[in-house]
């Protein structure tokens, strides 16, 4: 697949560049770009490094909604008592295998998570583990960061999910 | 999608080459050389599924085997009589049951031929039955779980071999034996056998939601030998076919004995006729005893309930319920077209196929036109019956299926061949040769009113040199064959399991959005079924230890386990806590004498231990679950029998919460 891209990619640039005859102006906003592109790649180391005295767990996110069927939940209503109830009930059912409320066991202690993670981030990462530990950032390198240890997904349904989120704000 | 856009760009690139290469590449040939390879019709890229679910059984393996057509991919092996150490089947707590007999446990059969449920006298992809053949008993499987579901026993059977074939709502399965016995069993000398062995044709009702299977009646035939059977449909619904060998009733050297006269019977039963009468308070109650074994899916668990007696029907007591049909030569598969109109009689030790007319056999009742009787029961006269012959010129018929465009396709064995012919005509339109010896055949819903008249599967006995040599033993191989046109064109050769008699296949359509992806935990009523983490332990009954365990990527909960000492029996009931699609965990303990456990997401098994040595020991998840499945184990230390070292259980070091 990736190498039928680059021939293709390789065919357009050969037919592109054939076509020729680019102004000195082009010319030199295509030198511009070049600059900025090498000013951001210094820019960029600086950034990670930042992030790796940070270990994933420890990290403040809350911009990230990550991967999945969450897409926004908006201002999140004032907490409700019952859902709380149910999302403990949910919590000590499907969660407890690997995680603890206070401390790190299989996976990360949950105290204050809802104070680091977007609650879209946090719900996508309950409902599709699979594909967040796949394609966001941070869920992949948590994994890392916990052995490699897979986020089980427990089919919940949204609602369910919702439920231990409400049950997690109050951990804070 | 991308791949396909990167397909259609490649081709079109490509024929825009060509087109200006001139006109010497037209096609000659229509279609080309393309259309007709026999690997592209066969090939299912990777990721994708296959057209058809095809069910082969077993035979000697006892159990039944699920492929993928036109591929010839195997996609499973279900157990159903025989214990299965890959799952545990037959080796967990739970499912030991499932192979009771009044014989006691009985951990083998010989599984002969799977038939699909149906509604209507069509496929309706709920459950496949299967015979167990040395034990008589009927297996019906699940096929939204693909698990062997329940299993009855047949009494007064022998030989449980013209089974389990499946009338066109799926009122019954119908099991008739092939040995004639003594009914009821009695110690007498063999040599008495003619005129007081009897032959039992069983009629097990399915309860139409659950599928729950009862013998409602056996209707006890004379002492021949019933091979094989099919139901009647559309037209002949409510009727019964079974072809007879043996009605020299031989008890000895019986290839020779048994061949003697030059027409068998095959027996028509009018069952409807027979359920009336049996429902208006008719038949015989007899003493019996054969067990009952249901899987329940909702506490993982078989129970066996031993039954006491069965209800017996004598057909000279239901006058017009039984006749008999003279059919040359030992005929031994016995076929009815999707019309029902033409029950086909396959002389095994023949050239030609007898077909006889349902019509003309209604005619021949009416008119009481018989020609003599067996031993009350009327026997009509052959002519009278008889629509038509097939002379294929081929030698030893044993199967017929259906397309559902008019045509049959019987398979030779002595002659290893596939003969398509017309029905009506009777004439033959294609053969082709098999490899080797075939058996029996399978067109999807070949045998019902519907035929998926695409592809015909014929399971060979003999496999010799089509695949790379494995010693003396080699699986029996089967071929594919494409009969969408006039000549059936060979496609693949693929290697079954055990030694599939007949097979039964369906459009996936029908079965694939049903196959259950995870048991629900909420659902799960097992016994010792711990549904949180915090609820697992051990308890102590005597010298039984229970253990309740749980399981999730990739720890056991507990994982060290003290206190048991050398003498107790240590029950292990692990209860599965993934809810993901196809994330099982296994286990296993160092010397246990059994079989692994592999414990589906939500689902509960139990496994026995009794520690026979003083140590800490360890066991561990057999199925590589994540990348930390190698750290998935846990020890049970065993003290001596007389330590008083107390019960403990835990799982990490903290008590934090």
Known sequence: ?172 | MKTRKIKLFTAVAASLLLASCGPQTNNKKSGGALSSSAAEKVYVAPGEHDEFYAFLSGGFSGNLTVYGLPSGRMLKEIPVFSQYPTSGYGYSEETKPMLNTSFGFVPWDDAHHPDISQTNGELDGRWVFINGNNTPRIARISLTTFETEEIIEIPNSAGNHSSSFITENTEYVVAGTRFSVPIPQRDMPIKDYKSNFKGSLSFISVDPEHGHMDIKFQLMMPGFNYDLSHPGRDKSHGWFFFTTYNTEEANTLMEVNSSQNDKDFIAAVNWKKIEEYVNNGGGTMMPAEYAHNVYDESTHTATTTMKKEVLTVDPLKVPGAVYFLPTPKSPHGCDVDPTGQYIIGNGKLSADLTIHSFDKMIAAIEAKKFDGEAYGIPILNFDDVLAGTVKSGGLGPLHTEFDGKGNAYTTFFISSEVVKWKLGTWEVIDRKPTYYSVGHLMIPGGNSRKPFGKYVVAMNKITKDRYLPTGPEMEHSAQLYDISGEKMELLIDFPTHGEPHYAAGCPADLIKANSKKIYRLDENKHPYAILSPDQAKVERKGNEVHVYMSTIRSHFTPDNIEGVKVGDKVYFHITNHEQDFDVPHGFAMIGQNTSELLIMPGQTKSSVWEPKKVGVWPFYCTDFCSALHQEMQGYVRVSPADSNIELSWSLGDSDEE
């Open chain 1, 1 to 172: 697949m990736k190498k039928i891209t680059i021939i293709l990619s390789a065919i357009l640039i050969v037919v592109l560049s054939s076509c020729g005859g680019s102004t000195a102006n082009e010319a030199a906003k295509t030198k511009d770009e070049t600059k900025e592109t090498t000013v951001a790649k210094e820019e960029a180391p600086v950034e990670e490094k930042a992030a790796e005295d940070v270990k994933p767990s420890e990290r403040v996110d809350l911009s990230t909604k990550g991967v999945g069927p969450i897409k926004d939940l908006g201002e999140l209503p004032p907490i409700d008592e019952k859902m709380v109830k149910e999302g403990l009930e949910l919590f000590q059912a499907k969660c407890t295998a690997c995680h603890k409320a206070k401390s790190k066991f299989i996976g990360p202690a949950l105290k204050g998570v809802t104070e680091m993670r977007t609650p879209e981030w946090i719900m996508n990462m309950i409902l599709n583990p699979t594909e967040m530990v796949e394609k966001d950032p941070l869920a992949k390198e948590l994994l890392v960061e916990f052995n490699g240890s897979p986020m089980a997904n427990q089919n919940l349904t949204e609602d369910e999910a919702r439920k231990i989120l409400e049950f997690f704000r109050t951990l804070n």
